[in-house]
C-alpha cells in the first residue's frame, strides 16, 4: 500500500521548505505539491527540494482555492492512500507510518490525525531566519534576541532534534481556548464514541487520509465551500460507506501565521452552501456546538452542544429545543429554518 502526501500551498515558501524537510526526514514515497498561485518564492523553493526528494509539482498560476487545489493534487497522485497537508504544517516522525497502519487495520477509514500548533511561529514571516511577519516588526524588536532565537524553527531542528519542536507544541489547529476545546471533542469524539454518527464533524482540513478511490469517486472537495470543505467531505464519504477514525499520534505541527483563528462562526458563508447540499439538522447545529464552546456564550445552559455526541442527540429533535430560534441567538448566522429538516441520519 502506497501513500501519497498532497500539499496544498500559497505564498508559505518559508514554512513549506521546513513542511517539505519534515517529509525528507520520515522518506516520504511520493508529495505532490500544488502551489495555488503563490507570489512569493514557492517555486524555487520547490525545485530545490524536488532535486532530492520524489516530488510532483502543479501549479495554478491564478489561485483557484484549497478546495481545487486539493483536487488536483489528488488526480496527480499515484498511492492508495491520500494524505492531505497545508504547506506550513511540519509532520511528526510517525505520522505517515501511522496512517498507512490504521489503513492496514481499517480498508474503509477516513484517518483524522493529531492537529497540533506551534504558537511562536505567528510573529514570523520565515520561522527559521526569524523575520519578523508585516505588522509585527516592532513587536519582535522588542523581543530579547534569545527569545527570539527561542521563537525559531529551523531545518536542523527538524532533522537532528525534532523533540524541541514537539514540547513548544499545543493542541489545535490555532491557539486560543476555542480551537483547543474543539480538537479535545473532536479526538475524544473519535477515540471513545466510534459509533457516533455525526463523527464526519471531526474531520480535518490537514492531517486527514483517506483512499484515493474513494475520494476520487465521491468527486472531491465541493468547489462551491471555502471553509469546512473537510467535513462535508467526510459526510458524503460516510454516507458512502467510509469510517471516520482518530490516527492516533500521527501528529502534524502548524507553523501558525496569523493572531487568531478562522472562527466558522464568523466566517460562515459556507453554511447555507452546507445545508442546501446537506439539508439535516446536524449540519445546521455545527454552529450551535461551536458557540456554546464561547465562554460568554449567547447558547442557554439547557441548549449548549458540547460533545459530538450531545449533537447527535441534538439533531435527533427529541429534546424539545427550537434550535431555530437557539441560532437566533447568535449574531450573523444565516436563517435556515426555511428549509425542511431530514432526519439527523438521512
Same mark, same amino acid.
Given at each position: ?189 473519535? @477515540? ?58 500521527? @501528529? ?5 501565521? @496569523? ?40 447558547? /442557554? /445552559? ?24 437557539? @441560532?437566533?441567538?447568535? /449574531?450573523?448566522? /444565516? ?12
Amino acid at each position: 500500500m502506497k501513500l501519497s502526501v498532497v500539499i496544498r500551498s500559497k505564498d508559505e515558501a518559508d514554512r513549506l521548505r521546513l513542511t517539505l524537510v519534515s517529509l525528507a526526514r520520515v522518506k516520504a514515497t511520493e508529495i505532490v505539491i500544488v502551489d495555488d498561485g503563490s507570489r512569493d518564492h514557492t517555486p524555487a523553493v520547490i525545485a530545490e527540494a524536488a532535486i532530492t526528494m520524489p516530488i510532483r509539482s502543479l501549479r495554478h498560476e491564478v489561485a483557484r482555492g484549497r478546495c481545487a487545489a486539493s483536487n488536483a493534487g489528488a488526480a496527480a497522485a499515484s498511492g492508495d492512500i491520500i494524505l492531505f497537508l497545508d504547506g506550513d504544517t511540519p509532520v511528526g516522525p510517525d505520522c505517515l507510518a501511522l496512517h498507512l497502519q490504521a489503513h492496514a487495520r481499517t480498508p474503509n477509514l477516513i484517518g483524522r490525525g493529531e492537529t497540533f500548533h506551534l504558537r511562536a511561529t505567528r510573529l514570523l514571516l520565515d520561522p527559521e531566519a526569524g523575520t519578523p511577519r508585516p505588522g509585527e516588526e516592532q513587536r519582535l524588536a522588542r523581543l530579547p534576541a534569545a527569545e527570539v532565537e527561542r521563537l525559531k524553527v529551523t531545518r536542523q531542528q527538524i532533522l537532528e532534534d525534532f523533540d524541541s519542536i514537539a514540547r513548544r507544541a499545543e493542541p489545535g489547529i490555532y491557539p486560543g481556548a476555542g480551537p483547543r476545546q474543539l480538537y479535545e471533542i473532536e479526538t475524544g469524539a473519535l @477515540r471513545d464514541h466510534p459509533q457516533c454518527s455525526v463523527l464526519w464533524a471531526a474531520s480535518s482540513g490537514s492531517n486527514m487520509s483517506v483512499r484515493r478511490d474513494a475520494f476520487l469517486a465521491a468527486g472531491g472537495f465541493d468547489l462551491k465551500l471555502d471553509n469546512n470543505e473537510h467535513r462535508e467531505l467526510a459526510l458524503r464519504l460516510c454516507r458512502a460507506g467510509q469510517q471516520m477514525g482518530l490516527v492516533a499520534g500521527a @501528529r502534524t505541527y502548524h507553523l501558525t501565521h @496569523r493572531s487568531g483563528w478562522r472562527d466558522p462562526l464568523v466566517e460562515n458563508g459556507w453554511e447555507r452552501v452546507f445545508y442546501q447540499l446537506h439539508p439535516i439538522k446536524a449540519v445546521k447545529l455545527l454552529s450551535v456546538l461551536w458557540a456554546s464552546l464561547s465562554g460568554a456564550s449567547v447558547v /442557554p /445552559p439547557q441548549a449548549r452542544i458540547t460533545a459530538l455526541p450531545d449533537l447527535e442527540r441534538a439533531a435527533s429533535g427529541d429534546n424539545g429545543i427550537d434550535y431555530d430560534a437557539i @441560532r437566533r441567538l447568535i /449574531p450573523g448566522l /444565516p436563517d435556515l429554518s426555511v428549509t425542511t429538516d431530514l432526519p439527523a441520519g438521512a
